[in-house]
């Protein structure tokens, strides 16, 4: 992103070799290097693209699931962003843009931050536009969002209000909510038994970030439980409904990190 030909070699204008390079750090593709100034490819952008010595698993982006991916990371790993306020703090199923907009600046001023009225109109703007879509008028105003393939957010029959789609997503693999939930689970202190739902309406919970009902929850954790040695349980026992790791408490992330191993190994046999 420093070098003088950046323009050049990525094929765009200056303000977008900015925007890429935003775009990469919000998904947690790249990361600091050890030269200040100085990118390099995050464990996530390794995994996904490869690193010269390995190829990675989805270097073109063909598989959904490395949307997800993407998105899951937008939504958890940047708390002050316009993604992380929407999915994880907002509670109400339909909203307009101005709803959004007042949402946030009251967020960010209980943070004790704030930013402009023209910045804020335009990162909800390009919120509702990533999984919604625009009506573009040629150009690359016109361009889809890849994200659109996950069906997150639809506009409604009322002009401005927008919904999101709560419930089953057809192309969310079961091993990426797997993923979620472990992940959950290390960021509260490595609790090995947590509420549904928890799971369902907290922060960075998989219900959250995927906008996912209790039936939707419970079939994924049903199914990867199902398999030969998963880690992963359901329990209803006396009117508990709970989900249950049955592993180490400090292989949580290795263990999250297997579930995507899983989901990408088994489309590679396919």
Known sequence: FLADDAVVRLGVGKNMVESIKYWCLQTGL?????????????????FLFGDGDAPGVDPFLEDDASLWLLHYQMAVDAPLSTW????????????????????????LADLGTSVSETTLERDVDCFVRT???AKGKGGEESFDSPFLALRLLQPTSDPGLYRFNIGKKSNLPNELVGYAILRYMESIGGELSVSLSRLLFDPKSPGQVFKLDQGALVDA????????????????????????????????????????RSHYAEGARR
């Open 131 to 133: 999984y919604s879509g």
């Open 30 to 46: 790249i990361e600091d290097a050890a030269q200040p100034g100085t990118m390099r490819l995050a464990q996530l952008g390794r």
């Open 221 to 260: 954790v049903l199914e990867l439980g199902d398999r030969r040695g998963a880690k992963l349980s359901y329990s209803d026992t006396a009117g508990l409904n709970t989900v249950q790791y049955k592993g180490d408490r400090l292989k949580l992330r290795r263990d999250a990190d297997g579930f995507l």
């Open 84 to 107: 992380s306020m929407m999915l994880n703090f907002y509670n109400k199923p339909e909203f307009r843009k101005e709803d959004a907009e007042a949402f946030i600046a009251r967020r």
